[in-house]
Every structure is written in C-alpha cells, then in structure tokens.
C-alpha cells in the first residue's frame, strides 16, 4: 500500500447491486433546478444535462469497481464534469458531494486533506465563475455541506473496510496456526501410540533374526510371535483412535475406559464429576486418562482401581490409584508424554508408589 492511496475498492464483491449503487438515487437532485425551470432550458441544454449525468454515473462506476489508486482518473473527471456542467444548472451542487466521498475513501494521510481543499477551491472558483453573487450562499453553502458530510463517510467506509480485511487476516492466521496445532497433535499422538511399540518390533525383528543365523528356531519363533503380538496391538491403538475413542467427551472416555476395567474383572470406583475444561484440558486429559488406564491393564497386578475426577476453586484434577504392587517405576514414553503434555497446559503431574500407584494430574482452572 503507498502513501497516498490503496488496493481496496469500493463497490463490494458479491453485494447486492443497491449497496454498492444505491446511493446515486440522492443524484437525482442534480435535476430539480431543470425540473423547477424546465420552461428556461433549450432542448441543447436538457440533453446535454442528460448526458453529462450519464458520463457521471460512468466515471462513478468506474471509480467504484476499480482499486483505489486506479480510480484517480475517473474522480478527476467526475470534478471536470461537475465544474464544466455547472455553467448550466446548479443542480452540480449535490454531484460534487460524490467527489469528496470518493476523496475520503480513496486517499489516505496529507494527500486526503490536500485533495479535500481542492475539491473546496473548486467550489468556490465554479460558483464565482457561473453563478450569480446572490446565489453564492445557495449554492455553495449546501455543496460544500455535501461534500464534507460524504468526505466524513467515505473515511468511516475505508477503516471500517480496513478493520475488516485486518479481521479476516487475523481470523485466516487463527485458522492456519489451528491446522498447524491440530497436526502436531496427530504427529505427537501417533507417536505416543506407535513409537515404543514400533521400536520393540524393530529391536525383536533383528533379535530374531540373529537367533535364525545362530540356529535357535524355537527362540526366533518366541520372538517373532511377540513381534506379531505388538503388531496386533499397536494396529488395535490406531484403530481405537481413528475409530473416533479421543473424540469422546472426557467422561465419556472414562465410563468406557471403566468398562474394560471391569470386563478384566477389576473392581472399579469411579467418582466422575462433570467439568467445564477447554478444548486443550479435555483432550489431553483424555490421554492421560487412556494412557493411564493402559498402563493398568498392561502392566498391574491390581484387583482394584480408584478413578476420581473433580475441581477446586484452582485446579482440575484427575486421579487414578490401585493396589498393585510397585517395584519400581520406570519413565517411558507413555508417562514422560504425560508430563509434558500436563505441564504445557500450566499443570502439574505427580506419580506416588505408596500401597500400590497412584496418578495425580492437576490443571489450571479457566474461565470459558
């Protein structure tokens, strides 16, 4: 955009035709004077009125469809029009009006104001040129008049364009940074869901190999049935999350995560509340509570599991405990992607090994 004018048009794509020419019906004024004294006009000066009106109502066209810094021309002959024409009615006084409107839309900073005072100028210099000094008043009170209040108009129009194409700027950046969130949000789940279990396969496939080249079939078998069994397992994963399981509400996921729970015959007690989370706090809530839920059924020895979710006035919260036994707790990729995902979020996540495991997960409360 340069200095004096910018890429905006007026006329407005996909409008109604009376938005963008609509106000050309106040243009009509511009013919009072031949009506009011139709008697005192030749017939060369009814048409050429006529004719003048409908070079204008061109250039305002033109003017109105092209770019701002295109529509130079066409305002420039708008004002020849108006000048040259008002040797003949008076009625150029409402015509000038347009000028300044598409003077206050078009040009921007000192040129604005600069082509405004031409516009005044040549008010001044046509009324001192064709019109009687008793009728000064009459006709350059109210062109003047016009042509400032349409001048305000058109400077509203353009930063109220202005305002909106930064708007929809904004809006299409939100949308992009969006789709470039919701990308990595699918590259990081599918690397939480597949990434050990691909890495296992990988270590047993080499594991099984090497026991073919050294003769132990019965050990390359064991491995290649566990590389299968991970397989399955890892197919099941993705299955589960393209099927539509992560697009469940948070409680949702848990009633069904406490089913399986329950079909494994652990007693389970749950204390579900329903909370009022972001999108951002459900979803990943959603994993830890799956990816908890997981490691449960994996890997404990627990006979009973308690599932508490609930808020204070500060924090959501989200527990999950049971009675198996703990030697050790051992940070892999599930628990580590826990951690991160809580703490992107302002959280907190803590593991106690204290009469089995418990799981504490912690989130900022926000106003929606």
């Given amino acids: ?75 420039a002959l708008m004002l020849l029009i108006c000048f040259l024409m008002t040797q003949v009615t008076s009625g150029t006084s409402t015509l000038f009006g347009y000028v300044g409107y598409f003077i206050g839309f078009c040009f921007l900073g000192t040129v604005r104001w600069l082509m405004l005072a031409v516009l005044m100028c040549a008010i001044t210099l046509v009324a001192t040129l064709h019109i009687s000094p008793n009728y000064w008043p009459y006709f350059i009170g109210p062109a003047a008049v016009i042509s400032l209040g349409l001048f305000g108009f058109g400077v509203v129009e353009y930063k109220e364009r202005l305002h909106r194409s930064e708007s929809r700027r904004s809006r299409e950046q939100i949308r992009q940074l969006a789709k470039i969130a919701e990308r990595e949000r699918i590259a990081r789940d599918l690397h939480d869901l597949l990434g050990h279990s691909l890495s296992s396969i ?37 299955r589960e999350a393209v099927s539509g399981m992560k697009q469940l509400g948070l409680r949702a996921q848990l009633e069904v995560m406490a089913s399986r729970l329950k079909d494994k015959g652990l007693l389970v007690e749950p204390d579900i509340q329903q909370l009022t989370l972001t999108p951002e706090q459900e979803s990943c809530l959603c994993f830890v509570a799956k990816e908890a839920i997981t490691n449960v059924l994996k890997h404990s020895t627990a006979s009973k599991v308690s599932i508490s979710l609930g808020a204070n006035e500060q924090y959501h919260k989200f527990v999950l405990s049971d009675d198996g036994e703990v030697h050790k707790v051992v940070w892999g990729n599930g628990l580590n992607g826990i951690k991160s995902r809580i703490e992107e979020l302002g959280g907190s996540f803590n593991l106690r090994a204290e009469n089995g495991l418990m799981l504490v997960a912690q989130l900022p409360r926000k106003e929606i």
Avoid at 46 to 69: D, R, T
Avoid at 205 to 220: N, Q, R, T, V, Y
Wanted: charged share 20%; with cysteine; proline share 3%.
């Fill in 1 to 75: 955009m340069s200095s004096v004018t910018h890429t905006m048009q007026l006329a407005r794509k996909g409008k109604h035709f009376f938005w963008n020419y609509g106000p050309l019906v106040f243009s009509v004024f511009y013919f009072f004077p031949m009506i009011r004294n139709y008697g005192t006009y030749s017939v060369f000066e009814v048409v050429i009125q006529f004719l003048a009106y409908i070079g204008f109502v061109f250039c305002y066209h033109k003017a109105s469809i092209k770019p701002a810094k295109d529509a130079t021309n066409f305002i």
């Fill in 202 to 238: 990988s270590l047993k496939s080499e594991l099984a190999g090497k026991f073919i080249d050294a003769g132990c079939h019965d050990k390359a078998k064991h491995e290649a049935q566990e590389v299968a069994e991970l397989a399955r397992t890892a197919l099941s994963e993705v």
